[in-house]
């Protein structure tokens, strides 16, 4: 016996399957009770709710039959019967070369009956059948078929439904994380901004009572010239993420050394790192040439060493290591506090912080992960993000070769 053909909506009728999300849904009580309808108005033994994808059919409604979850689709009935889209019936499967040497036929279940309706969706794809089988020969009545036809479009239905739920449910979600980091947004820049501002106020304030020792008058400018920049560099950052958000951040990609990038940058924050008692090294042995805009590129380095620095304790390590092959690529990993599995996915979200950093009371909007993944994306590269509470952080930003620039 030969293998039905496909149908000719395959593709179409696939990608439906796996956007609707059918084969994952949770309705295997509703599809069993179609199952025993099926078999109860056909007045047969057995009655099968199957949706089939490139390779297997799947039996996620039954009644009356001893079947396995998942099964071959190779020589079924239900592969002929999505190729149309009015029930199949097959009054005797020994009397039909198609289906006489089909192993469910010559064996268990022993299948001579088959008639099953399509499951059609409201795009016109069919996604399986509902069917009803016997082990003898028999045929349907009108009313029967008009049943069948009735459950199969209810299981289309069911199955859209099911993914209208799940989507109005991930929409409700990402609607609560987005107010969630809104109001997050809120109290952080609130707090970067206030900060500074009422020291600046302060400090302005004393300056102009006087009385002031010319050595202490200077110490009250740096002051507040050093929260000035602090403002400075916020606003700079905000910016920045609103441009790149936007996609109207310009850069000029060309030939550019990220070994001399890294350095440039861990030869920056030096004094930062040891004020706060991490030791930096830097593992370049050679150029690495990637096509990046440099200031960018730096500035994307930069932010993965500052997120690096903020999250290790006192006694940490830090390295940023710089790899050719298979991609170029820029590693900074970290001896820090971890980040938890539950955040992964959200630390490169604009404006989260994550539990450590409200814990810790650790400073910074929430960005810095944010910018340099959209900085890499921007190249065309990506930023990958491995971390283990308590066992420290690996942030790798990876780019484009050289011969990628134009």
Not at 61 to 81: N, T, V, W, Y
Not at 82 to 108: N, Q, S, T, Y
Not at 313 to 326: L, W
Request: neutral net charge.
């Amino acid at each position: 016996m030969a293998s039905p053909p496909w149908p000719s909506d395959e593709a179409g009728r696939l990608q439906e399957l796996r956007e609707l999300h059918a084969l994952d849904a949770v309705l295997e009580g509703d599809l069993r009770a179609i199952a025993e309808v099926a078999a109860y108005v056909c007045r047969t033994p057995i009655g099968v709710v199957n949706l089939m994808d490139a390779d297997y059919q799947h039996f996620k409604g039954r009644h009356g039959i001893d079947l396995p979850g998942i099964g071959r689709r190779q020589m079924s009935f239900c592969s002929h019967a999505i190729r149309g889209r009015d029930v199949l019936e097959v009054r005797d499967a020994l009397a039909d070369e198609r289906f006489r040497d089909d192993p469910a036929v010559r064996g268990e279940p022993y299948v001579r009956f088959y008639a099953g309706a399509p499951v059609v969706t409201g795009r016109g794809h069919a996604l399986g059948a509902v069917f009803a089988a016997d082990h003898r020969p028999r045929r349907l009545l009108g009313e029967q078929r008009r049943v069948l036809r009735t459950l199969a479009a209810g299981v289309a239905h069911l199955a859209e439904l099911h993914h209208h739920v799940r989507r109005a449910e991930l929409v409700e979600r990402r609607m609560q994380e987005l107010e969630e980091v809104k109001n997050q947004f809120l109290r952080t820049v609130n707090h970067e901004l206030r900060t500074p501002l009422t020291s600046i106020r302060s400090y302005l304030q004393l300056l102009q009572d006087g009385d002031l020792d010319e050595t202490t008058a200077q110490r009250f400018l740096s002051v507040i010239d050093r929260n000035s920049s602090r403002l400075g560099e916020l606003l700079d950052r905000l910016l920045l993420i609103a441009s790149l958000n936007a996609r109207t951040t310009l850069f000029t990609p060309a030939p550019a050394d990220l070994a001399a990038l890294a350095r440039q940058v861990a030869d920056a924050a030096a004094e930062r790192a040891r004020a706060g008692g991490l030791t930096v090294t830097v593992r370049a042995p050679a150029p690495v040439m990637a096509c990046a805009d440099a200031v960018r590129t730096r500035y994307a380095i930069e932010q993965l060493l500052d997120n690096a620095i903020k999250f290790t304790p006192p006694g940490g390590r830090i390295e940023i290591a710089v790899h050719a092959d298979p991609v170029p690529a820029v590693e900074v990993c970290d001896t820090g506090i971890g980040i938890d599995p539950g955040e992964l996915d959200r630390v490169r979200d604009d404006f989260y912080r994550g539990v450590g950093a409200e814990d810790r009371a650790i400073g910074g909007a929430g960005i810095g992960l944010s910018l340099a993944e959209k900085i890499a994306r921007m190249h065309g590269g990506d930023v990958r993000i491995d971390s283990r509470p308590g066992h420290g952080t690996r942030a790798r930003l990876t780019l484009p070769g050289p011969v990628s620039c134009p």
